[in-house]
């Protein structure tokens, strides 16, 4: 274990004033030699080689081989133009900072090889205090992953080395190393309890649009019949208790007269529940609407949604999810059960110095709180880690995997000691099939896949352009009118259907049983024309009678209303999910497919197919085991997630042995949707919106290079840079109003051009606001200074404004002549914010041009280039990201 | 960022959260602790039988007990079909917690109440309210403030929440205040702007 203090006292015995030395030494270490220690030790197996990437200029190594190097210690290194890099390698496709050189405000290290020390220099630095809001972000903003980390491991070393002083620091940082778990836990206690209370309340008010429960007004209609004896085989959901409303108006329960009560109570109810979960949506937070999990995935790459996870979003959304699933509109509460347990999350990450300072860390804990969100909704904890690992997250550590499972563990253990369904389990249609398959039954699963792939394709396609007309058009200035016009179309239509009536989990869940001797409901109502006295369960495959083709009729049209009113739904303003339609819409696919071969395999089973599996009179055929598949179809056409949605769906059977069948259905689906379109429902949407968002599945295939996408282009006027220190805050301030760039290059001189660092222009705001505030002296045409030495000024003139600290002074540079496949891949990797091409300067020598022969430019690793920019340009990330995403 | 006031309110929403979830948690012991006689119940589903037709038995029982012969009423069988009878039914036990299932309705319905009444007293009472007390023209100047997107602005903010200030009930309107300008800024880029969530 290396000494941190240790390791600052060598970097101050080296410090070094900037401007001393216009030429700097060249420093370099030997990527894989001395270092490897320290590469070792942060992680890294194997180190790359990157000789490559640095001029071949003289190389000085610092330390000389035979010193170690502590950890802490920052790592300069200098190219031909003298110009400062950090040295950083990309190990693995993560982010590994391997000089782990850190700032914290007000200490700043400059490394040179000599080891002389000016004194003088650190004496100002001192009286820098971190400024309150510098170093935090924007709304509407991306974060710099590489800052935000680094500022942990900062923290963490400073916590580790206050450990011994005391015995409060030492339980502070043991509330410090648990603080992970800690936050994982109350997340996943908190998403728990908020999954059963809303899925007891959406029972309830679902169950009200039909009638009450006349003695115990707080049941829904099972509960409520709960203990009655007076049920029948036949009609086993009645029970004097239940009063439907058409009783309680009209005081008769049979005949037209109660069908058309109970039709307009219906009806009514569906539209007060739609209309107050609009309204309330749109009064408190408009942010609860949708399903969510699209903009988590854009926070969790590192974007900032101010108040997306806040505490009146997370009420308004529990809240207004049960008035929405319970108005019967096409929806589910799948999707935004994630965005529950992600507000439950950010809003516990706060109670944690650890999480609430720091961007990065508190996407560690979005992560874990989607899988406890998943875990809940379907019950199914490891299927969660697996769509917070394959759907959401975009950083994903090991660490997070453990912490994302023991927030699923947790979350599950809660709802399942609340037991919300009365039926031990985590979700209402949860079923247990031991019944085999057949191969001959994989070809009518890849059929099912191929359905769920076009349903998938056309529902992206049909949604997002509905969408689209949404938000270009006048048609989204009427968010409440649509929400309403939307719910009563589904009312009116819904009711007559004996299928749609009822709850889509409901649904799922009969279409998913399989008809035992003990179903009584038409979609069973079998011939049963074989000798009655065999066992239960093994039950024939047996003609289908009148009550299963009826049903089959009302299916079809339940799968057509199903269609057409999921497209329009899911985008409306209310909280609204998309696994439960889709699998709803799958599971009725897949019924009807299951019972066409059923009684296929009846009527032929002399075809050469069915000949070898399904004798006469054997049970070979379970329609609800095609229904189970036509549903993970469905849901993977729609989302293109693979292992996730396979481990779901059989963590809700329960059986291990229909994981072939179901990996073929997915797998046909997604291969299906992908030919019509690559990307899922949520990176469509993502597009839609126009998220930040670098998709680390998307390949960048264009030819670019970075200087035909950097700002400005060949022929615009140049962009916005600081000196630094010949500028005055006026100059500063104008600079900051009349422009919109969200940083400022720092350079050395007009004439030199030599790039210091990086500004904020959040941080120069602060900054400069609060000089101003809190210094005094501090004036329009006071000096600002980012060297660390101040210049010599006139007697007479102003104090001058150190701005140092909040300069970033190691800003990752490319040359303008990297491929832009590189920068992309840096984006993406390192999630940096921005990234910065300077001119290449050369002092002595003509370096060959970077264009091969036949004029095109060599790929990689040009560092040279013919005609030097003179202005600095700057990328900003979104802009890399539009040509990313529209050129695709 | 981090200022004692702000850190308060969202310690305060934090605390409330693990309230929830911890009283959610006591709610399932105290309702095992006192379980109701009537959340037990063993359910038996009989199919048709030669000629006796399928039936449903629901018995308030034990889980030991819970099978065919303590919970099928076997009179109408006759002797020698009562075991091929007995086979064929499928007795579950089955639990639930009554206190749950009303607790949790009441505190869903109080809560929704609630913000029923405030969204009336936001969007009825308080702009009746403000036109007596103010006039008209304040109301349009608030309006108005909103639409700041001055650099400066942000940093004003940022600075303000570090100072302190005088009383609870000036907090507490403040707090208030400012929430209401976000959800008015949320309201425009969801609803006008179609910016995010579309």
Redesign the interface.
């Known amino acids: 274990m290396q000494n941190p203090e240790a390791a600052q006292e060598t970097a101050a015995d080296v410090a070094m004033p900037l401007s001393c030395e216009p030429k700097w030494p060249m420093l370099r270490k030997d990527p894989c030699g001395p270092r490897k220690t320290l590469v070792a030790e942060l992680g890294v197996a194997h180190c790359v080689a990157a000789g490559t990437s640095f001029p071949p200029a003289p190389v000085f190594l610092w330390p000389p081989p035979s010193e170690r190097l502590p950890i802490g210690v920052p790592l300069w290194i200098a190219d031909r133009a003298g110009r400062r890099r950090s040295d950083r390698r990309v190990a693995r496709g993560k982010l590994l900072l391997v000089d782990n050189w850190c700032r914290q405000p007000g200490t700043h290290y400059t490394m040179t090889n000599g080891g002389s020390i000016n004194s003088s220099t650190h004496l100002l630095d001192l009286l820098d205090e971190p400024i309150?809001?510098v170093g935090?972000y924007?709304d509407?903003h991306t974060i710099d992953w590489v800052r935000e980390k680094c500022k942990d491991r900062e923290r963490h070393r400073r916590i580790n080395s206050k450990k011994k002083e005391s015995a409060w620091e030492m339980t502070k940082s043991l509330y410090d190393a648990w603080s992970g778990w800690l936050v994982v836990t109350?997340t996943g206690?908190?998403s728990?309890?908020?999954a059963?209370?809303i899925d007891?309340?959406a029972d309830?008010m679902t169950d009200l649009k039909e009638g009450i429960c006349f003695n115990?007004l707080?049941?829904n209609h099972e509960?409520c019949c709960?203990?009655?004896?007076e049920?029948?085989?036949?009609e086993?959901d009645k029970c004097p208790q239940w009063k439907t409303w058409a009783e309680l108006i009209i005081g008769q329960a049979e005949g037209p007269g109660s069908y058309i009560m109970n039709y307009i109570m219906y009806i009514f109810w569906a539209l007060s529940f739609a209309f107050?979960a609009v309204?309330?949506v749109?009064?408190?937070?408009?942010?609860a609407?949708?399903s969510g999990i699209p903009?988590i995935k854009t926070i969790l790459s590192g974007f900032i949604?101010?108040?997306y996870l806040g505490?009146?979003t997370?009420?308004?959304k529990t809240?207004t999810l049960?008035?929405a699933v319970a108005s019967g509109l096409s929806l589910g509460k799948e999707g935004p059960l994630v965005h529950v347990a992600c507000c439950?999350g950010n809003?516990?990450s706060?109670?944690f110095?650890k999480y609430?300072?720091n961007e990065a860390k508190k996407r560690e804990v979005l992560s874990a709180a989607s899988a406890a969100g998943v875990s809940v909704a379907f019950g199914a904890p490891i299927g969660g880690v697996l769509f917070s690992l394959e759907e959401v997250s975009y950083y994903f550590p090991l660490k997070t995997l453990w912490r994302s499972f023991f927030a699923a563990l947790v979350a599950a253990f809660?709802l399942r000691?609340?037991?919300p369904f009365?039926?031990?389990r985590l979700v209402l249609f949860y079923v247990e099939y031991h019944t085999p398959w057949y191969l001959f039954e994989l070809f009518p699963f890849i059929l099912l896949g191929v359905f769920g792939g076009l349903w998938g394709a056309f529902f992206i396609r049909a949604n997002i352009a509905w969408?689209r007309r949404?938000?270009?058009t006048k048609f989204?200035?009427y968010?409440v009118l649509e929400v309403i016009i939307v719910a009563a179309i589904t009312a009116v239509i819904a009711f007559p259907n004996p299928y749609t009536r009822l709850n889509t989990s409901e649904l799922i869940r009969e279409l998913f049983t399989d008809c035992g001797?003990?179903e009584?409901s038409s979609l069973c109502d079998y011939r049963n024309d074989m000798n009655?006295?065999k066992?239960?369960d093994d039950i024939p495959d047996r003609p289908a009678g009148v009550g299963v083709y009826s049903a089959i009729w009302q299916l079809c049209l339940a799968l057509i209303f199903k269609i057409i009113m999921t497209v329009f739904t899911f985008?409306i303003?209310v909280p609204s999910g998309l696994f439960i339609p889709s699998m709803a819409i799958g599971a009725i696919a897949g019924r009807i497919v299951g019972i066409a071969v059923e009684q296929l395999a009846y009527y032929h089973h002399d075809w050469f197919i069915f000949k070898e599996w399904c004798e006469v009179g054997a049970d070979c055929i379970t329609p609800g085991l095609y229904a189970m598949v036509g549903a993970a179809a469905c849901l993977g056409g729609v989302t293109r997630m693979t292992v996730s949605l396979v481990v779901i769906v059989f963590e809700l059977t329960g059986g291990l042995e229909y994981i072939v069948p179901l990996m073929a259905a997915v797998m046909t689906s997604k291969w299906v949707g992908d030919a019509f379109g690559r990307e899922g429902i949520y990176e469509a949407h993502i597009r839609?919106?126009?998220?930040p968002f670098l998709d680390a599945k998307e390949e960048f295939t264009h030819t670019t290079l970075a200087a035909d996408v950097m700002r400005p282009r060949r022929n615009d006027p140049p962009l916005a840079v600081l000196t630094q220190d010949n500028m005055t805050v006026d100059d500063i301030?104008n600079m900051?109003?009349e422009t919109s760039y969200n940083g400022f290059p720092v350079i050395m001189s007009k004439e030199s051009q030599r790039l210091v660092g990086f500004a904020l222009?959040?941080d120069l705001?602060?900054a400069?606001?609060?000089a101003r505030?809190k210094q005094e002296g501090i004036v329009g045409s006071s000096r600002v200074c980012f060297a660390q030495h101040t210049p010599s000024l006139p007697a007479e003139s102003p104090r001058p404004l150190k701005l140092r600290s909040i300069l970033d002074m190691s800003p990752f540079t490319v040359t303008d002549h990297t491929p832009m496949e590189i920068v992309v891949d840096i984006f993406r990797k390192l999630g940096l914010r921005q990234c910065l091409a300077p001119p290449w300067h050369y002092n002595k020598k003509r370096y060959p041009p970077s264009y091969g022969p036949d004029g095109k430019p060599r790929p990689r690793f040009g560092h040279v280039q013919l005609n030097p920019v003179d202005e600095e340009r700057e990328e900003a990330e979104e802009e890399v990201h539009l040509l990313n995403s529209t050129t695709l | 960022?981090?200022?004692p006031w702000a850190?308060l309110l969202?310690?305060g929403?934090?605390l409330s959260?693990?309230c929830?979830?911890?009283s959610?948690?006591l709610l399932?012991r105290t309702a095992d602790a006192a379980k109701n006689s009537?959340d037990v119940?063993c359910k038996c589903?009989?199919?048709?039988?030669?000629d006796i037709?399928?039936?449903?038995?629901?018995?308030?029982i034990s889980q030991k007990d819970c099978d065919c012969l303590h919970v099928v009423e076997l009179m109408s069988v006759r002797e020698p079909d009562i075991e091929?009878y007995c086979?064929?039914c499928?007795c579950k036990y089955?639990?639930?917690?009554?206190v749950?299932?009303?607790v949790?309705?009441?505190?869903?319905l109080s809560?929704?109440g609630l913000?029923?009444l405030y969204?009336v007293y936001?969007?009825l009472v308080e702009p009746i309210l403000k036109r007596r007390l103010f006039g008209h023209s304040q109301l349009i100047q608030s309006d108005d403030d909103v639409g700041d997107h001055q650099?400066?602005a942000?940093?004003?903010d940022?600075?303000a929440r570090?100072r302190s200030r005088a009383n609870v009930l000036n907090k507490v309107e403040y707090a208030q205040q400012r929430?209401k300008l976000?959800?008015q800024e949320?309201?425009k880029?969801?609803?006008?702007r179609?910016?995010?969530?579309?």
């Open positions: 309150p809001g935090t924007d509407f109350l206690l908190a728990g309890a908020l059963g209370l007891i309340a309830w115990a707080w049941y509960q709960w203990g009655s004896s049920t029948t085989f036949e086993r107050l309204s309330l749109k009064v408190f937070a408009p942010y609407c949708g903009e949604i101010r108040g505490k009146w997370l009420m308004i809240i049960v008035l439950c809003i516990f706060y109670l110095p609430s300072t809660v000691s609340i037991n009365g039926n031990s969408c949404r938000k270009s989204g200035k968010p001797p003990l009584s009655a006295s066992i239960v985008g303003k839609l919106n126009g998220y301030e900051i109003n222009r959040r705001t602060i400069i606001e609060s505030k | 960022m981090a200022t850190g969202r310690l929403s934090s959260l693990s929830l979830a911890l959610a948690l399932v009537e119940r589903i009989c199919p048709p039988y030669k037709p399928g039936h449903i038995y629901n018995r308030n091929a086979l064929r499928e089955e639990e639930r917690s009554s749950t299932i009303k949790t309705i009441i505190i869903y809560i929704l913000l029923l969204m936001l969007t650099p400066f942000n940093a004003h940022v600075l570090s929430w976000q959800v949320q309201r880029s969801v609803f006008d179609h910016v995010v969530l579309s």
